[in-house]
């Protein structure tokens, strides 16, 4: 739940679904309003926390484990929770954050096969109970998402394309694996459709925070 008074809102999605693009959108919805926002990524957010996305995100060469990834991401999320998430959502900021324990759970545990009990200890442990009040999931076709993905690569995106190298099956598990969690949290992780114009995307994700009454305005 949120924490303190501030609001925590997270997006996932697979590769190339518009999240970014979605995210900047929120972020001045709440601003016009009066929302102090504060914008975040996963793997980042920290000196820690860019470092450890440089490592899982362009490796050069080296074949990362698994499980070695799978603690990467968590040591990025909890130097984030304690050093940045918390801190703001105590002094009511609202803390939009894009990616969070979800991707976890898509990527290493549906994706790359990890037992999901343990991968969702792993995320327990990291967030340290910290859940996203709201998870917009941005549903895309994996195949169109790495069409859009490839083309911000080519046009000089930072090397950062390892799962874009992923074959199109794993990408398929990661997009089956959101829809799965998606139906047993129905409460908190809202499925939008990506495949829409961006502002009939943005008019919906204001919609379901305005319907929860989740603006800054009503708090
Ligand atoms: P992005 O910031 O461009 O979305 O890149 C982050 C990549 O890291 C993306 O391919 C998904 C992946 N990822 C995981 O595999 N597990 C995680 O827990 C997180 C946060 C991201």
Not at 65 to 79: H, N, T
Not at 82 to 101: E, M, Q, S, W, Y
Not at 140 to 162: F, Q, S, T, Y
Request: contains cysteine; charged residues 30%; neutral net charge.
């Amino acid at each position: 739940m949120g924490e303190g008074k501030g609001l925590f809102i997270t997006f996932e999605g697979v590769e190339g679904c518009g999240k970014s693009t979605q995210m900047e959108l929120l972020k001045g919805w709440f601003e016009e309003r009066g929302g102090r926002v504060l914008a975040l990524r996963e793997p980042g957010g920290t000196g820690l926390g860019e470092k450890v996305r440089a490592i899982l995100l362009n490796p050069q060469g080296e074949v990362i484990d698994p499980f070695a990834e799978l603690f990467l991401y968590e040591a990025c999320r909890a130097q984030l929770v304690n050093n940045v998430i918390r801190p703001a959502l105590h002094k009511g900021l609202t803390v939009i954050c894009d990616r969070f324990t979800d991707s976890t759970l898509a990527y290493q545990g549906y994706g790359r096969g990890l037992d999901i009990g343990a991968v969702l200890s792993a995320n327990a442990l990291a967030a340290k109970g910290l859940t996203p009040r709201i998870t917009i999931l941005i549903d895309c076709d994996p195949e169109v998402g790495l069409r859009r993905a490839w083309k911000r690569i080519e046009a000089g995106a930072m090397g950062e394309d390892r799962f874009e190298r992923e074959d199109i099956s794993f990408h398929r598990r990661v997009r089956d694996g959101y829809l799965d969690m998606a139906k047993k949290e129905p409460g908190r992780i809202k499925v939008v459709d990506g495949s829409r114009e961006i502002p009939l995307i943005h008019k919906e994700i204001c919609d379901i925070i305005n319907s929860k009454r989740l603006g800054p305005y009503v708090i």
